[in-house]
């Protein structure tokens, strides 16, 4: 079963407006952990923000922001005031910790392009 | 300073070769990992180790050995390549599983 989804192949976002993308995750683990990876053309990973399971307000870290609903199973990341640098493909990703192998399981991922 | 680094970044080779991709990070992390990503940008775990110690193996054929002969180092070997081994393999590393995962480069196999 897919751990992770992510329902939005590609979007489109004017430079300067925010844009949301989706997330939703199924796990029975009462512990875990949700990450965004950023992956722009040039292919490496790069990390943006977390969010804990056990954690109370939702994660922020500069233009990010984590919309964390927990009992919907979701995790949509917002990008607030889109730049053109901002264009890349977005990963969804969760940690289980009970399974005390540390690994992330991927969403397919959302290619957003910023249009100026 | 790189935190982890990957070599080789490209790789062409015939079917059927021996290779072996090489992975270091100087994070001071206890746990690496290797995914690959295929060409429709699917990302998935291949292996995780923990103190030189392998804790995932994720149904990967026996052809990928991965080596980690210090906690600094994990290495991926690969016997008789096939053309499906084509892909972006990336290595990581945490420190716990309360930090996020930072990942090298990547890798990007191509095989003929």
């Known amino acids: 079963a897919q751990k992770i989804t992510q329902t939005q192949p590609g979007m489109f976002v004017q430079e300067k407006e925010a844009v949301t993308l989706d997330c939703t995750y199924d796990?029975?683990?009462?512990?875990?952990?949700l990450f965004w990876y950023k992956q722009p053309s040039s292919g490496e990973m790069i990390f943006l923000i977390y969010?804990?399971?056990?954690?109370?307000q939702n994660a922020t870290e500069g233009r990010y922001s984590l919309n964390f609903q927990k009992a919907r199973k979701s995790a949509n990341l917002v990008i607030s005031a889109s730049q053109l640098g901002d264009s890349a493909m977005y990963f969804c990703?969760?940690?289980?910790?009970?399974?005390?192998?540390?690994?992330?399981?991927f969403g397919a991922g959302t290619t957003v392009t910023v249009r100026a | 300073d790189t935190a982890v680094s990957q070599t080789p970044k490209y790789l062409v080779t015939q079917m059927g070769n021996d290779k072996s991709i090489k992975c270091e990070q100087n994070?001071?992390?206890?746990?690496m990992y290797w995914y690959k990503q295929d060409s429709k940008k699917f990302l998935k775990i291949m292996f995780s180790?923990?103190?030189?110690?392998?804790?995932i193996n994720e149904t990967v054929p026996n052809r990928f050995s991965p080596k980690s002969p210090d906690k600094a180092h994990l290495n991926l070997h690969i016997n008789s390549l096939e053309l499906g081994d084509s892909a972006v393999y990336f290595c990581?590393?945490?420190?716990?599983?309360?930090?996020?995962?930072?990942f090298g480069p990547g890798t990007r196999l191509t095989v003929l």
């Open positions: 990581a590393s945490s420190q716990d599983i309360n930090n996020e995962q930072f």
């Open positions: 796990t029975s683990d009462p512990s875990y952990g």
């Open positions: 180790y923990n103190n030189k110690e392998l804790i």
């Open positions: 969010q804990g399971s056990y954690d109370q």
């Open positions: 994070l001071g992390h206890d746990t």
């Open positions: 990703a969760m940690r289980e910790n009970g399974s005390n192998d540390y690994k992330l399981s």
